[in-house]
């Protein structure tokens, strides 16, 4: 059944399951916790991954979701995590914390708000959130801006570990931008939804900024109800 246009739009930014904190014993929480593993064996002297990009190639294939997950793991492995929802198009972040939204990344890029009075503190110890902030008309420049680049770098003097959350890579350009910036980038896919025209297109455009893929998030096995795979690469 095909949903009429206001019913796909409202199925857009609803909370995401934080499975890892509601059932952390659960198969699917195990394997955020193998996907955090990796990414901590990816870092090395010189090229230690503390900013770490969360994207797909299309809508609707969990990248909201791998990040959420993500951060309560590290979070609860006693890191100091940020997460910072940059997709300021269709932010989910603020919801599924249940966060106020009122003054987020848009906000600390266009008027000059502070990065630590902006962040908002949650019930998971170790994890704090930037949200979106009110939407922004120009994400792509926001993102692609110097005041994103003194962003970063001050997150990344502050935590151990930096998420950020990014609309698809073949959709918009801010993925791609945030991508040549950050330290990894993960691009999550989705069985039976992930086209492979897409995900083509999406290693292309990864690949032209240069960006550092550690690796494919695999996710909606249905054989397996959902659970979250990973497949690490260099």
Known sequence: ???????????????VSLVSLVDPSSPVAEQYRTIRTNIQFASSADQRVKTLVVTSSGPSEGKSTTSANLAVVFAKAGQKVLLVDADMRKPTVYKTY???????????????????????????????????????????????????????????????????????????????LMASKADGTLL?????????????????????????????VYNGAEQSKDQAYYYYSD
């Open 1 to 15: 059944m095909k949903l009429r246009k206001n019913e796909r739009q409202n199925t857009k930014t609803k909370p």
């Open 98 to 176: 249940q966060l106020n939204n009122q003054t987020g990344l848009s906000t600390v890029l266009s008027t000059g708000a502070i990065l630590t009075e902006s962040v908002q503190t949650t019930s998971v110890e170790n994890l704090s959130i930037l949200t979106s902030g009110p939407k922004a008309p120009n994400p792509s420049e926001l993102l692609g801006s110097t005041k994103m680049d003194q962003v970063m770098e001050e997150a990344r003097s502050r935590y151990d570990m930096v998420i950020f959350d990014l609309p698809p890579v073949v959709t918009v350009t801010d993925a791609q």
């Open 188 to 216: 999550v896919v989705r069985e039976n939804w992930t086209r492979k025209d897409a995900l083509n297109k999406a290693k292309e455009l990864l690949t032209m900024v240069q960006a550092r893929v550690l690796g494919v």
